[in-house]
């Protein structure tokens, strides 16, 4: 299989229109079969078994949507692994510009609303303050470099999910931080996107609301990172949950 996508999702049973629609639409610009693989982190409102009625292959798990997001993309099979947000915030057509052949090279990546050539619709200036001022939180204390870490549309090589989401601790929505900081941490090739995005009133996260976990979970990223916690990679021998042969 050569892409996988990815839907972590929680008590989405209010849009999951959106979020099937938004996954057929991708399924009919991409000129080859993929994976679509929804894990559920414990919804009770029927969303996994909406997703069931829809079609599509669901893994129930119980823990936050950090859980979620690596449970898929290690369980995942494609040789790409498009990770997405049940929200559909992106046009599915723009996400060909993550995937082979329009990048080339890569390791992960990252649709970014903060580039220049994206666009950002319907944001209020307070959701767009709070977003700068926790980026600008995660590049001084965990992640330089990087726009937009928190944006749910990414895409990784098996083989470096595999490396990543297997080393990683966090189980909310800072497991994007981690991901990315172990990546760099890695020496990997990071490359954000410019995509058009649609302010959503329901987001899953709030910068507001969930800002002193984020900031805490930034903390102990930083302490890993610091600290040495994090396993190395093994270079030139396969990770333990990769065919033989693997090397990144």
């Keep these: 299989m050569l892409l996988s996508v990815v839907i972590p999702t929680f008590q989405q049973a209010h849009r999951l229109r959106q979020t099937i629609a938004g996954t057929r639409a991708l399924e009919n610009v991409l000129p080859y079969p993929i994976e679509i693989l929804v894990v559920d982190a414990g919804s009770t409102d ?69 580039i220049p050539g994206s666009v950002r619709l319907n944001e ?44 990683t601790c966090e189980d909310n929505a800072s497991i994007h931080v981690e991901v990315l900081a172990l990546a760099q941490m890695f020496g990997l090739n990071i490359v954000e996107v410019p995509i058009d995005w649609t302010f959503q009133p329901l987001q899953r996260v709030s910068t507001l609301l969930d800002g002193p976990a984020l900031m805490a979970a930034l903390i102990r990223i930083r302490t890993r990172l610091s600290t040495g916690r994090y396993a190395p990679l093994q270079v030139g021998r396969p990770e333990s949950s990769d065919p033989p042969g693997w090397m990144l």
């Design 46 to 114: 029927g969303t996994p078994e909406l997703c069931e009625e829809a079609g599509l292959r669901v893994l129930r798990i119980e823990g936050g949507i950090g859980c979620a997001i690596r449970t898929g993309m290690l369980s995942a099979v494609g040789v790409y692994r498009l990770l997405i947000d049940d929200a559909w915030s992106v046009p599915p057509e723009q996400l060909q510009m993550l995937l082979p052949p329009v990048q080339t090279g890569f390791d992960i990546t990252l649709a970014s609303r903060y």
């Design 124 to 167: 209020p200036l307070a959701s767009y303050a709070m977003g700068r001022m926790f980026n600008r939180c995660v590049q001084a204390i965990v992640l330089p470099g990087l726009s937009d870490t928190q944006l749910g549309f990414k895409c990784f090589r098996a083989e470096a999910a595999r490396a990543l989401f297997s080393r």
